[in-house]
């Protein structure tokens, strides 16, 4: 489980009502746009791409207020920022991309463009393993997650 360390928490997270779903409509948009904004700024400092619905997950839990996120609040949040991108049927594991696919696949073919690899066929091990993939970490763990795990 990955810790909280060097991560700049914002001010909600210490307020105990943001722990709750909130009842009135205004308010419950407003936490959970902070907390989509909250769950993937963390993911891609961390350089996490799936939040498991029921595993831990640090900032689910904040133990110096006592708090945590109830099963129905994680999977509001989840699914508000996810929307499509659960990865099975029963809703427990979602992808988090803090770029669009689209942002991503421009990524992608950025790289295959600046590596010569337009017009030839490799394979994800071949790019994994190359020179060219060397300071490209977020880029080859989405694309070995994406296309070997699933």
Same mark, same amino acid.
């Given at each position: 489980?990955?810790? *909280?360390?060097?991560?700049? *928490?914002?001010?909600?997270?210490?307020?105990?009502?943001? &722990?709750?779903? !909130?009842?009135?409509?205004?308010?419950?948009?407003? !936490?959970?746009?902070?907390?989509?904004?909250?769950?993937?700024?963390?993911?891609?400092? !961390?350089?996490?791409?799936?939040?498991?619905?029921?595993?831990?997950?640090?900032?689910?839990?904040?133990?110096?207020?006592?708090?945590?996120?109830?099963?129905?609040?994680?999977?509001? &949040?989840?699914?508000?920022?996810?929307?499509?991108?659960?990865?099975?049927?029963?809703?427990?594991?979602?992808?988090?991309?803090?770029?669009?696919?689209?942002?991503?696949?421009?990524?992608?073919? !950025? &790289?295959?463009?600046?590596?010569?690899?337009?017009?030839?066929?490799?394979?994800?091990?071949?790019?994994?393993?190359?020179?060219?993939?060397?300071?490209?970490?977020?880029?080859?763990?989405?694309?070995?997650?994406?296309?070997?795990?699933?």
């Amino acid at each position: 489980m990955q810790k *909280l360390v060097d991560f700049k *928490l914002p001010h909600f997270f210490n307020y105990p009502p943001y &722990f709750t779903l !909130q009842p009135v409509r205004d308010t419950r948009e407003k !936490q959970i746009q902070l907390w989509k904004e909250l769950i993937l700024d963390y993911c891609k400092t !961390q350089k996490i791409f799936v939040i498991g619905l029921e595993e831990e997950f640090p900032l689910f839990t904040n133990h110096v207020i006592e708090r945590s996120l109830t099963h129905e609040a994680r999977a509001a &949040f989840l699914s508000a920022l996810v929307s499509e991108a659960w990865m099975d049927k029963g809703h427990r594991k979602c992808l988090i991309l803090w770029h669009r696919i689209q942002d991503w696949a421009d990524i992608l073919i !950025q &790289f295959a463009k600046d590596n010569g690899l337009e017009d030839g066929v490799v394979t994800i091990e071949e790019i994994r393993s190359g020179t060219e993939s060397q300071g490209t970490g977020n880029l080859l763990m989405l694309m070995s997650y994406l296309f070997v795990k699933l």
